[in-house]
């Protein structure tokens, strides 16, 4: 399995995160923060399935820049799914014909649109070979964490989260587990701030990571710009082999 945090808007580092995507097997989105900024329009027509994990800016702001670019020319439905608190916000919020057109109304020559997908907590969702369960985390909106499985392995990407234990349960019992996605947003000096906001330091991460209890590679991510030197120092001095920070844009190859 393939997967790649998209680069985020940073203008001047390209470790900088503003906004949250990844690319899986370069066709199945999960997030849509920078999905125009960080792809040719014809890799953006390519993109038919997006998962959503909460209605959070950061990770859905892409989404209506990239119907508008290329809807005229889709020839397939763009299905995006998320729960259904994240299907209601986007309804209201973005594609309420205010803020955005409403592109789920109005189909384009190819008799093609964008549906949006309720799908339910802790089950499975099929997309070609692979097989997503999407589990709820601890953050300040309804979000979940996302498993992703082909045959031979699976990979968690934890969507923005603080302290929890559903997601790592779950992660624990798969035995083609290999790799784990986790969220950095603070640095540790304000590992309280990150618990009060549903989010995590490198010390908190640490804990987290733990819960696996596998040796498994687990890639630090959402580095808030704001704090990045601090966040990346902090990870550093876990001097743990198996804990590296997420390079946005490197394509990993996980099996
Ligand atoms: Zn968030
Ligand atoms: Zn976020």
Redesign the pocket.
Known sequence: MKVKLLPGGGANNPQEQYLTSFLINDELAVDAGALPLALDRSSQLSIHHIFIT?A?LD?MAGLPLMLDNIFTDINQTILVYAIEETVQALHKHIFNNIIWPDFTSFKNSHNVNLQLQIITPNSLVKIGGLEIIAVPVN?TVP?VGLIVKDKETAVVISG?TGITDELWAMAKNLKQLKAAFIECSYPNRLSDLAGKYGHLSPELLFAEYQKIGKNIQAFAYHLKPAYLEEIVEDLLALKHQQIVIAEPGNNYEID
Request: glycine share 0%; hydrophobic share 0%; no cysteine.
């Open positions: 909460h959070h990770h953050h979000t923005d």
